[in-house]
């Protein structure tokens, strides 16, 4: 596609829960905003989430755009509208919502063999658009919506395994650039000891490895030593973009449209962020 237009051609795919697709779009539009023709594949009801946001940015001169694919809730069991981790009423639909995306990857899969893109962006989930990317000849770049910090604990935990020689019940991560200790407790199971989803993180680890770089949304002022870390240790290459919604979200419509959230005026959030005292608000960021 983009030797036929000229113009650099991206399809970004998000995984789906809040955490992964509100910054991947973000990431979207702000390859958009440099030029990038770009297309975002995501569901029915988690295209409604961001439609507004992408058609101002069309509006604007934007070459930006979200194909829709229709989830398979009749075939996997799910009720309509259950398309994220996020909308799931028990545990028992996180199994019927993963099955519903492995009946989407065919129709992904014919969808990047027709349109041709230049390069994929895909969620850490979906390590098989590697051999898509391979097959096409193009570049996969993967995506990570965490620090460069908490990937490269990760990786030390992994290579080091300090919880199997700690006497006291606390870790020190080795080589760090700074010294960081842990509770063993801290660290998440699958990393302690071998679970089902240890498997499943092994197989993205050695997907993001065999990409072309990973994309991370994050800032050389923040995490120049732990950039540096995944860089010359982890050996990957990458590219900090962030804070990518402060590139894209301008305004207060543009804040509270993030995420379509529900109930609010657009500007009931920010209002109410405001009338609080300076420093008296603690966000907290989780997937």
């Known amino acids: 596609m983009g030797s036929q237009t000229d113009k650099l051609s991206m399809f970004f795919l998000p995984f789906v829960t809040a955490g992964h697709l509100i910054p991947m779009v973000d990431e979207a539009r702000v390859f958009a905003m440099h030029g990038v023709d770009v297309i975002i594949i995501?569901?029915?009801?988690n295209a409604a989430l961001f439609q507004k946001n992408i058609d101002r940015d069309f509006v604007a001169g934007h070459n930006i755009r979200i194909h829709t694919l229709r989830f398979p809730s009749a075939e996997v069991g799910l009720p309509d509208g259950i398309e994220s981790l996020n909308t799931i009423t028990s545990m028992e639909m996180v199994a019927a919502l993963f099955q519903g995306l492995q009946v989407l990857q065919k129709p992904i899969e014919q969808l990047l063999y027709d349109q041709l893109p230049d390069?994929?962006?895909a969620d850490m989930f979906f390590p098989w658009t590697l051999d898509v990317a391979n097959q096409l000849g193009i570049p996969r770049l993967a995506f990570r919506g965490t620090s460069y910090f908490?990937?490269?604990?990760?990786?030390?935990?992994?290579?080091?395994?300090?919880?199997?020689s700690a006497d006291s019940g606390v870790v020190?991560?080795?080589g760090f650039p700074h010294k960081i200790e842990m509770l063993i407790s801290q660290l998440p199971d699958?990393?302690?000891t071998t679970t089902q989803f240890t498997a499943m993180m092994d197989i993205m680890r050695e997907t993001e490895e065999k990409s072309y770089g990973?994309?991370?949304n994050s800032f050389q002022e923040l995490e120049k030593d732990y950039k540096e870390y995944f860089k010359t240790t982890m050996g990957l290459k990458t590219w900090s973009i962030g804070p990518v919604s402060l590139w894209v979200n301008r305004?207060?419509?543009?804040?509270?449209g993030r995420f379509n959230i529900e109930g609010m005026d657009g500007h009931e959030v920010i209002d109410w962020l405001n009338s609080k005292?300076?420093?008296s608000v603690l966000l907290w960021f989780s997937d």
């Open 42 to 45: 995501l569901t029915q009801a």
């Open 119 to 121: 390069c994929i962006v």
């Open 150 to 164: 908490s990937l490269c604990a990760e990786y030390c935990v992994r290579v080091h395994e300090p919880h199997k």
């Open 172 to 174: 020190s991560l080795t």
């Open 190 to 192: 699958w990393s302690r």
């Open 214 to 216: 990973v994309l991370m």
């Open 251 to 256: 305004n207060v419509s543009d804040k509270v």
């Open 277 to 279: 005292e300076h420093n």
